[in-house]
């Protein structure tokens, strides 16, 4: 780049801070909308869907600890206790959650002078959700949910990509394996020794799902579907507003072309566009005894049955309890 393509550079990227914290000194960001989901599960896409009007302030994947240098120090999947959060940590979320926290990747689709709220979305903070929305209150979390195998074969396509692929990691967390991951040692262990990327990310899947879901009381969190958004995105979007809006009463209106425009991160990797169906097209990419063990690792954190033979999800089973083999 040349020296005034850098100059230009950062002079837009000094006046985007200044937009930033004079909407944070005029109390723009009160509502705050965390998109928490495992990578390749939609977060993308939803946050679009979410953000139709451009109304909020999206910060993209603020934790992410290879592409943020500010959570650099940040573990992939990190695990907090309630309460438990140390002054870095909690420093770093208190800035981000506020809308104090800038960066130009995190910023990079921010064009507008007014806003109306944040909306963060993050793939690496399931673990940290609960803690941190206990300590900063205002937040309205949101669990992203796609089916598994579809999550697994779309990271095996971009397997060069940083995802965490090791189980291990999260059971070395002493805190998550004392608090959550204990009963599940040798299932981890076995799986990790296999060393298997697919039945890997579908244990990862697992876990960081399963532990935020045992931690939010129903109402405290808004769980959506990917495959229910694709199949009615205004009626899944409105809903997901009256859990942010409280109960109040809303139907958002999306844009076909905005419904239809493949995320920025997947491109035409599958999209409306290209005739394949993110929903069911993961059928023809992974083999069936791998969709069988994958099926028994799920069913020890009691997700069996989670979807059905059209890939479509049954949130009832959410509600069950785990049965540890």
């Given at each position: 780049?040349s020296?005034?393509g850098?100059?230009?550079t950062?002079?837009t990227n000094?006046?985007?801070?200044?937009?930033?914290r004079?909407?944070?000194?005029l109390g723009n960001?009160?509502?705050?909308v965390w998109?928490?989901?495992d990578?390749?599960?939609?977060?993308t896409?939803?946050?679009?869907l979410v953000n139709?009007?451009g109304?909020?302030r999206?910060?993209f994947?603020p934790l992410h600890?290879?592409?943020v240098?500010a959570?650099?120090?940040v573990q992939p999947h990190?695990?907090c206790?309630?309460g438990a959060?140390?002054?870095?940590?909690r420093?770093l979320?208190?800035?981000?959650?506020?809308?104090?926290f800038?960066?130009?990747?995190v910023?990079?689709?921010n064009?507008?002078?007014?806003?109306?709220?944040?909306?963060?979305?993050d793939?690496?903070?399931?673990?940290?959700c609960?803690?941190?929305c206990?300590?900063?209150?205002?937040?309205?979390?949101?669990?992203?949910?796609?089916?598994?195998?579809?999550?697994?074969?779309?990271?095996?396509k971009?397997?060069d990509?940083f995802?965490?692929?090791?189980?291990?990691?999260?059971?070395n967390?002493p805190?998550?394996?004392?608090?959550?991951?204990?009963?599940?040692e040798?299932?981890i262990?076995?799986t990790?020794?296999?060393?298997?990327?697919?039945?890997?990310?579908?244990l990862?899947?697992a876990?960081?799902?399963?532990?935020?879901l045992q931690?939010?009381a129903?109402?405290?969190?808004?769980v959506?579907f990917?495959?229910?958004i694709?199949a009615?995105p205004?009626?899944?979007?409105?809903?997901l507003?009256?859990?942010i809006?409280?109960g109040e009463?809303?139907?958002?209106k999306?844009d076909?072309?905005l419904?239809?425009r493949?995320s920025?991160?997947?491109?035409?990797?599958?999209s409306?566009?290209?005739?394949?169906?993110p929903v069911?097209s993961?059928?023809?990419?992974?083999?069936?005894?791998?969709?069988?063990?994958?099926?028994?690792?799920?069913?020890?954190?009691g997700?069996?049955g989670?979807?059905n033979?059209a890939?479509m999800?049954?949130?009832g089973?959410?509600?069950?309890?785990?049965?540890?083999?």
């Amino acid at each position: 780049m040349s020296n005034t393509g850098r100059l230009r550079t950062k002079a837009t990227n000094f006046g985007k801070r200044m937009v930033f914290r004079a909407n944070r000194a005029l109390g723009n960001y009160r509502d705050v909308v965390w998109i928490v989901g495992d990578g390749r599960s939609g977060t993308t896409w939803v946050s679009d869907l979410v953000n139709h009007d451009g109304r909020f302030r999206e910060m993209f994947e603020p934790l992410h600890p290879q592409l943020v240098k500010a959570a650099s120090f940040v573990q992939p999947h990190q695990y907090c206790r309630p309460g438990a959060m140390d002054d870095r940590l909690r420093d770093l979320m208190g800035s981000i959650l506020s809308g104090g926290f800038c960066d130009p990747r995190v910023d990079f689709g921010n064009k507008a002078l007014v806003y109306e709220g944040l909306l963060v979305k993050d793939i690496f903070a399931n673990l940290m959700c609960y803690a941190a929305c206990q300590a900063f209150p205002r937040v309205r979390p949101v669990l992203l949910i796609r089916n598994p195998f579809a999550v697994a074969a779309s990271k095996y396509k971009k397997r060069d990509w940083f995802w965490g692929d090791e189980p291990l990691d999260l059971l070395n967390q002493p805190a998550l394996r004392e608090d959550f991951l204990a009963p599940f040692e040798d299932l981890i262990r076995q799986t990790s020794a296999r060393g298997d990327f697919i039945l890997n990310q579908v244990l990862i899947w697992a876990i960081v799902n399963y532990v935020p879901l045992q931690q939010f009381a129903p109402d405290d969190l808004h769980v959506c579907f990917y495959e229910q958004i694709y199949a009615d995105p205004e009626g899944e979007i409105s809903r997901l507003f009256r859990f942010i809006r409280n109960g109040e009463d809303c139907h958002v209106k999306l844009d076909d072309d905005l419904i239809r425009r493949p995320s920025r991160v997947v491109k035409q990797e599958t999209s409306f566009k290209a005739g394949s169906s993110p929903v069911t097209s993961w059928k023809n990419e992974i083999d069936p005894q791998r969709i069988d063990d994958g099926l028994r690792l799920l069913e020890a954190f009691g997700f069996d049955g989670l979807y059905n033979d059209a890939s479509m999800p049954d949130a009832g089973v959410l509600m069950r309890p785990a049965a540890v083999a």
